[in-house]
């Protein structure tokens, strides 16, 4: 069981290699750029956290749950009468969870690539991007939760979370390559 980070490792570097976590990272980004990124974090999340809490993986990390979260900070920041788009990678995530809903196995790799990134790399996030930053905002401690997380994974679980962070990876080559001017207006 102790290896599925190790065994996900280059994935998830290459996921935080991409110009958009720096952008984010920076303390500097758009407040409408933020909110595109979390209108489409909204859309996995809220999909992902319906089929794990109908196999009762949620039951006992209830506090993990990030859906509402996610959607408070968007409504707090979006300001525009449209939502912002959803790019393909976000499309191709829904239509990848549609085909594995009946596995558990397959759910609890997204929710340990997702939400452990909430609780780990999210609680250096949320000092720098704009807003509440509620998504990064526990009930529980996140070291509990992490504990929680970790005793439900394996390593067969592996290729399945290697999915999740290619997908975050193309989430954030697909945002940076907006036209931010048409979508949000002026940047800083």
Do not use: C
Request: aromatic share 10%; net charge negative; glycine share 4%.
């Amino acid at each position: 069981m102790g290896n599925l980070k190790e065994l996900t490792w280059e994935h998830h570097k290459e996921a935080e290699r991409q110009e958009f976590v720096k952008v984010l990272m920076s303390g500097k980004i758009n407040p409408q750029f933020y909110a595109t990124y979390l209108w489409n974090q909204h859309k996995k999340y809220d999909l992902l956290e319906a089929v794990a809490t109908t196999h009762g993986l949620l039951d006992d990390l209830y506090a993990i749950r990030r859906k509402n979260a996610i959607h408070d900070d968007y409504l707090e920041l979006w300001n525009n009468q449209l939502p912002p788009p959803i790019v393909e990678s976000t499309n191709e995530y829904i239509s990848h969870m549609k085909t594995i809903m009946a596995d558990p196995a397959k759910i609890m790799a997204h929710i340990y690539v997702l939400h452990m990134g909430d609780l780990s790399g999210g609680q250096m996030i949320k000092k720098r991007i704009p807003g509440e930053a509620r998504m990064y905002q526990f009930d529980e401690d996140t070291s509990v939760l992490k504990d929680k997380v970790r005793a439900k994974i394996n390593d067969d679980m592996a290729e399945e979370a290697k999915y999740v962070f290619d997908s975050a990876t193309n989430l954030f080559k697909e945002l940076m390559e907006l036209d931010i001017e048409h979508y949000m207006g002026q940047t800083d």
